[in-house]
DNA sequence: ACCTGAACACCGTTCAAGT
DNA sequence: ACCTGAACACCGTTCAAGT
């Protein structure tokens, strides 16, 4: 939960560190303004850096995403050990699947770097989401074992669609001028897909 | 299906004629080898014409991208009419899901662009999207008639969710280094949600 | 009426020069 | 070891000048 977590195994000098931090911090403002398409540019300057210091911490965007996510990330994985010993693993699942999809919406395009970077051990965001991707199995497993799901999916598969329909319940509804009504589509167009699994 | 169908009242000048067609041919390439977000300056020069004719054409991207899709939307339309004389809705359903999902999926970025425009009358995508929607709409009532289908669904959320699952299943695989293999996912997850509405 | 292309503001990324 | 910021190649968009 401290960005001890994804700090490099040796310390790191007072100025790297402190640099790293607002780097972090200022990026979170950023994508929850913009987007994960936000000016790398703009962030930098906002923490007070060069461009060349925020390459050096985090040589592509994937890295800063997944830097300014661990927090949320670490969250989940502790709501996943819960949820293994819920006993009605048919609800855990529902949980589970939402709570995932909430988290791929926490900024506006974050699914589509999401979904792209699955098994891309390449991309730090991609490593990382690999255990959510084998938490959703575990939790799956479960709730099959217990027959309140029948269908043969595979992990992977469940995570995407999770993350297609966090993407579906984001796109923006940009109607004609009006403010776009912030309707939360996402346990509806769930609770679709989970009828189908039952 | 020829270029008359998108074009304005009254006749065009012949160069313009000729450069519109240009800029519409070679958008269609640019699009195929570069998904949606391909430069619209690189598409005015292999189309020999300047970005400012390129803007006064098309102001701006959904425009270019509604007259590069008009056949392909026209097709589909066709298709449309066949299916809803259909005996099986149900299979009918089927049929006209997964076409919307291909032709959502005739370049990388698109289901974005479609899904995002959908109800919006400014942009010339989502006005042409919306006799799509009505067919889906028609196409589901029916196979409900039939009770092919027994779910409570949305034209629109049906809409959204072929979208959504064309995304999911065109999001390209850029494991490590391997070139990705073309697998076809998209009948399996549409399989998915076609369970949960039955 | 339509086209041209220079011009502007922006962005991601790199790298030589500093401390 | 780390930071700086100029520099490069690019992009979308506009608009005065042409024909």
């Known amino acids: ?5 994804a700090a490099p195994t ?5 100025d790297a560190r402190r ?5 972090v911090r200022v990026a979170g403002d950023a994508f929850a303004e913009h987007g994960t398409q936000a000016s790398l540019d703009d962030i930098a300057c906002r923490a007070g850096v060069g ?10 965007r994937d890295c800063l995403l997944e830097a300014a996510l661990v927090e949320s990330r670490l969250a989940l994985n502790e709501l996943a050990e819960q949820l293994l010993a819920d ?3 048919g609800a855990a699942l529902d949980t589970w699947l939402l709570a995932l999809a909430r988290h791929a919406n926490t900024w506006d395009g974050l699914p589509d770097s999401i979904v792209q970077s699955i098994n ?5 965001l991609g490593a990382s989401c690999s255990t959510l991707v084998d938490a959703t199995g575990r939790l799956f497993d479960r709730a099959r074992e217990q027959s309140a799901v029948t269908a043969d999916v595979s992990a992977r598969d469940l995570f995407v669609m999770a993350g297609s329909l966090a993407w579906a319940a984001s796109r923006p509804r940009r109607d004609t001028g009006a403010r776009a009504e912030a309707s939360d589509d996402l346990p509806r167009l769930l609770g679709l897909l989970m009828r189908g699994l039952r």
């Open 1 to 5: 939960m401290s960005i001890e977590a």
């Open 10 to 14: 040796r310390p790191m000098r007072a």
């Open 19 to 23: 640099n790293y931090e607002a780097i």
């Open 51 to 60: 461009p060349g210091t925020l390459y050096r911490h985090f040589p592509n």
């Open 87 to 89: 006993d009605d693993a």
């Open 120 to 124: 891309n051990k390449q991309s730090p």
